[in-house]
T-cell receptor, first 113, second 113 residues
């Protein structure tokens, strides 16, 4: 079946601009996670949704970052006033079933110039 | 911080078994051992997970020591396409907020022809 998809695959923006990154989870998965991966590092947790609500947003680095999942399916990660340090690969994972094993999408490569 | 330690790199010959070690000496009784891998420029790919017993699937085998303080991921017949960074992760069995993944730096496996 279809896996997790993320759009766009690449995004180039200028410092100070606003960006939105989209995640389409595996159908039926109630849990959704966002991670961020900088070059040479492992992914770092940002936020976790169970259904429509953000159950854990402890990984968001500051208030420029916000994520929503209004209907409990698609999620959007929003970054305001982007900075060069926000450049990274943003990964989305969805999970379902009893053990909630996470399955990742291909990521969105964000470059802030 | 990641609760696992892995050597930074290893290599093996194509067609041979690749045995990837992981130490998780502080693992608690209600934590799984998960393995993911990440091929260059792709999202992490789920491989296998286990709690106490050894596990096998179409991709790999997971051997967990009796005291659960370490484990080994075995790729029985490594191919060039198995060249990747492999992450060993400890994750709580309970779903919800404790299910986020904490990645370390992983081990880079290089399969040589």
């Amino acid at each position: 079946g279809a896996g997790v998809s993320q759009t766009p695959s690449n995004k180039v923006t200028e410092k100070g601009k606003y960006v939105e990154l989209r995640c389409d989870p595996i159908s039926g998965h109630t849990a959704l996670y966002w991670y961020r991966q900088s070059l040479g590092q492992g992914p770092e947790f940002l936020i976790y949704f169970q259904g429509t609500g953000a159950a854990d947003d402890s990984g968001l680095p500051n208030d420029r970052f916000f994520a929503v999942r209004p209907e409990g399916s698609v999620s959007t990660l929003k970054i305001q006033r982007t900075e060069r340090g926000d450049s990274a690969v943003y990964l989305c994972a969805s999970a379902g079933g009893r053990q909630e094993t996470q399955y990742f999408g291909p990521g969105t490569r964000l470059l802030v110039l | 911080d990641a609760k696992t330690t892995q050597p930074p790199s290893m290599d093996c010959a194509e067609g041979r078994a690749a045995n990837l070690p992981c130490n998780h000496s502080t693992i608690s009784g209600n934590e799984y051992v998960y393995w993911y891998r990440q091929i260059h420029s792709q999202g992490p790919q789920y491989i296998i997970h286990g709690l106490k017993n050894n596990e096998t699937n179409e991709m790999a085998s997971l051997i967990i020591t009796e005291d659960r303080k370490s484990s080994t991921l075995i790729l029985p017949h490594a191919t060039l396409r198995d060249t990747a960074v492999y992450y060993c992760i400890v994750r709580g069995v309970h779903t919800g907020a404790n299910s986020k993944l904490t990645f370390g730096k992983g081990i880079t496996l290089s399969v040589r022809p």
